[in-house]
């Protein structure tokens, strides 16, 4: 699928995801894995600021989305929490930060998207800084076989309707990245994965 049909798509769900911000502060994986944010941090896909309800405010954010309606969200979203950030209207895949820019690299809800994930993983290790951290807060394939082959029969649906894979392993795909696991844990079923992860040395 063409970005520009995926942005579309993005562009109708804004203020869905707007609406949902006020629900999701009480999330609390995202409060778990935003817990560890400090420092200069980059969040990708940041959709309509979903984790700013966690984020500590004495950080400095960096901010993308490639959907213009997703990140009008989140601008409304950094006034009401408060949130230092700046914007990037741009796919994460032509980015273009220096090496070893951030403490922090944040990511929730995002791997499903990306054609090539495995690409995205490998642009955040080049933009943490040495002794940063990437924390991932991901859906992807359930514990058990028999969910996953229904992930897998549901796959195509969810794509074309959201943009979404649901048959993502998302530990392989970390393991296939230049990344480290420092540690992860799973939740729901092993449907959310939480990893804290450093960059290759
Ligand atoms: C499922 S939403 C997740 C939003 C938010 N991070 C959260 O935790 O709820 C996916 C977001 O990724 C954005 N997105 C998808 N592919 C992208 C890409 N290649 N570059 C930049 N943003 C992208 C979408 O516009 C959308 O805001």
Redesign the pocket.
């Known amino acids: 699928m063409q ?1 520009e049909k ?2 579309q798509k ?1 562009n109708r769900r804004a203020w869905k ?1 707007e609406k949902q911000r006020e629900e999701e502060a009480s999330n609390k994986w995202r409060k778990r894995i935003c817990g560890s944010v400090r420092g200069e941090t980059l969040e ?4 309509a600021g ?2 700013y309800a966690f984020l500590p405010g004495d950080a400095a954010y960096t901010d ?4 213009p309606e ?1 990140l009008k969200g989140a601008m409304a979203g950094a006034k009401e929490y408060r949130v230092n950030a700046e914007f990037i209207l ?4 032509t980015l273009s930060f220096p090496a070893n820019r951030f403490d922090t690299i944040l990511s ?3 791997l ?3 054609e090539d994930p495995i690409r995205v993983l490998n642009l955040l290790n080049k933009w943490c800084k040495n002794e940063g951290q990437i924390l991932l807060l991901e859906h992807g394939l359930m514990n058990r076989k028999s969910f996953q082959w229904l992930q897998r029969q549901l796959n195509p649906f969810f794509f074309k309707a959201f ?2 894979h649901q048959d993502r392993d998302i530990i392989k795909l970390v393991e296939a990245s230049r990344l480290h696991i420092v540690k992860y844990e799973q939740a729901q079923w092993g449907y959310l994965y939480l990893v804290w992860a450093k960059p290759a040395e």
């Open positions: 970005n995926l942005v993005f995801q990708i896909a940041v959709g979903m984790n993308v989305d490639f959907s997703m741009s796919e994460v895949e929730t809800g995002s499903c998207c990306y943009g979404c």
